[in-house]
């Protein structure tokens, strides 16, 4: 069974621009969420989706977005970028409703402002 | 915000038993204890949950005080591959968001 899967795995950007990143979850597992890691701000959570509904958001700006299609596959997407989006963006998916409750997590995209 | 508090560091020397403690002490009594780690430039990997009782799968154990103010996360053999940043997590129910604190990052001494 494959595990979670997130793209591209590194990226360089400058100030301004915007981003898109791509998971694809574990097959069958509707719910994914989004977070953003900084070695100074550590795991932050970014939002998460079910069934192309948010259904949890964090405290980011607007500039963090994010969506879910109908094959549970999901994108964020970063405008105007800022030096302090620099960071590990990590991806995890999950079957709401049903085991433990277990968050599995991509191997993440680094996300490089310049 | 993260509900719990844990210690920064801390370090097992190989093959002894790694007990990582955690403080909840405002945990209400629906809400379940997880605990996630991370082993460097990896995503968090799930290790245990539990509600009151004392949890054990093949990967740790998970000791809840009576008043479940507090929490120690168990591996009874540490290896080297144990080196990691362990998070202690309160969640309402399975389906709540996650929210990681800092994390105690254990390192294991050959």
């Known amino acids: 069974k494959a595990g979670v899967t997130q793209t591209p795995r590194y990226l360089i950007k400058t100030r301004g621009q915007q981003v898109t990143l791509s998971c694809s979850p574990i097959s069958g597992h509707r719910s994914v969420s989004w977070y953003q890691q900084t070695p100074g701000q550590g795991l932050q959570f970014l939002f998460e989706y079910f069934s192309e509904t948010q259904r949890n958001k964090g405290n980011f700006p607007g500039r963090f977005s994010g969506r879910q299609f109908s094959n549970s596959r999901s994108e964020m997407n970063v405008s105007t970028l800022e030096l302090g989006d620099s960071a590990l963006y990590l991806c995890?998916?999950?079957?709401?409703?049903?085991?433990?409750?277990?968050?599995?997590f991509g191997e993440g995209s680094r996300l490089t402002v310049l | 915000d993260a509900k719990t508090t844990q210690p920064p560091s801390m370090d097992c020397a190989e093959g002894r038993a790694a007990n990582l403690p955690c403080n909840h002490s405002?945990?209400?009594?629906?809400?379940?204890v997880y605990w996630y780690r991370q082993i460097h430039s990896q995503g968090p990997q799930y290790i245990i949950h539990?509600?009151?009782n004392n949890e054990t799968n093949e990967m740790a154990s998970l000791i809840i005080t009576e008043d479940r103010k507090s929490s120690t996360l168990i591996l009874p053999h540490a290896t080297l591959r144990d080196t990691a940043v362990y998070y202690c997590i309160v969640r309402q129910n399975r389906d709540d968001k996650i929210i990681f604190g800092k994390g105690t990052r254990l390192h294991i001494l050959p």
């Open positions: 539990g509600l009151k």
């Open positions: 405002t945990i209400s009594g629906n809400e379940y």
């Open positions: 995890a998916s999950s079957l709401l409703g049903q085991g433990t409750g277990e968050l599995f």
